[in-house]
T-cell receptor, first 112, second 114 residues
Framework: QKEVEQNSGPLSVPEGAIASLNCTYS??????FFWYRQYSGKSPELIMS????GDKEDGRFTAQLNKASQYVSLLIRDSQPSDSATYLC????????????FGPGTSLSVIP | DAGITQSPRHKVTETGTPVTLRCHQT?????MYWYRQDPGHGLRLIHY???????DKGEVSDGYSVSRSKTEDFLLTLESATSSQTSVYFC?????????????FGPGTRLTVT
């Protein structure tokens, strides 16, 4: 059973701090990794994709990938109350280039 | 919003009745998916489609069927609704991005089976 695991949280950080969200996956053949943000009552929104080991930055967001450790993380710098949401990690499988497995999500609360 | 709409957005139905949810996309995407999202389980794949009349089962397909007679529409049918199918249902499309296929979601349908 291929799995994607995340700390369920809730993770609380003060406004302006760095929020660090972590994800581990079981399929060593996975090549594509995604972070989605989901506000309460809304649909998941893709915010980051990463395919190579290392860091990928987009504004206040940085995704980090370590395939050897089967670990992917999302850092949110200068956290804002509007970042309060559930963050879903998704990983493709070696056998399905278009299908992904989602983690259970980590709830983030940014305290003003 | 990737041009995806879902209907209805909310539905309450009784146990044993058939229910059909519709996903409509306007951008001619080939790949479409149905997920359900439940507390403690995250998003789970029900069925998916690679094109007209080309569908396959996902992780939690029991009690569900799908049809895709046109590229733009992907229908999910609960043949005889049960309380365990109370959930939020999301449709998604897959688009080839810079490095891989990326999924984008519709607004969701909240279904309550009483």
């Amino acid at each position: 059973q291929k799995e994607v695991e995340q700390n369920s949280g809730p993770l609380s950080v003060p406004e302006g701090a760095i929020a660090s969200l972590n994800c581990t996956y079981s399929d060593r053949g996975s090549q594509s990794f995604f972070w989605y943000r989901q506000y309460s009552g809304k649909s998941p929104e893709l915010i980051m994709s990463i395919y190579s080991n290392g860091d990928k930055e987009d504004g206040r967001f940085t995704a980090q990938l370590n395939k050897a450790s089967q670990y992917v993380s999302l850092l949110i710098r200068d956290s804002q109350p509007s970042d309060s949401a559930t963050y879903l990690c998704a990983v493709n499988t070696e056998t399905s280039y278009d299908k992904v497995i989602f983690g259970p999500g980590t709830s983030l609360s940014v305290i003003p | 919003d990737a041009g995806i709409t879902q209907s209805p957005r909310h539905k309450v139905t009784e146990t044993g009745t058939p229910v059909t949810l519709r996903c409509h996309q306007t951008e001619n995407h080939r790949y479409m998916y149905w997920y359900r999202q439940d507390p403690g389980h995250g998003l789970r794949l029900i069925h998916y489609s690679y094109g007209v009349k080309d569908t396959d089962k996902g992780e939690v397909s029991d009690g569900y069927s799908v049809s895709r007679s046109k590229t733009e529409d992907f229908l999910l049918t609960l043949e005889s609704a049960t309380s365990s199918q109370t959930s939020v249902y999301f449709c998604a499309i897959s688009v080839l991005g810079q490095g891989s296929y990326e999924q984008y979601f519709g607004p969701g349908t909240r279904l309550t089976v009483t």
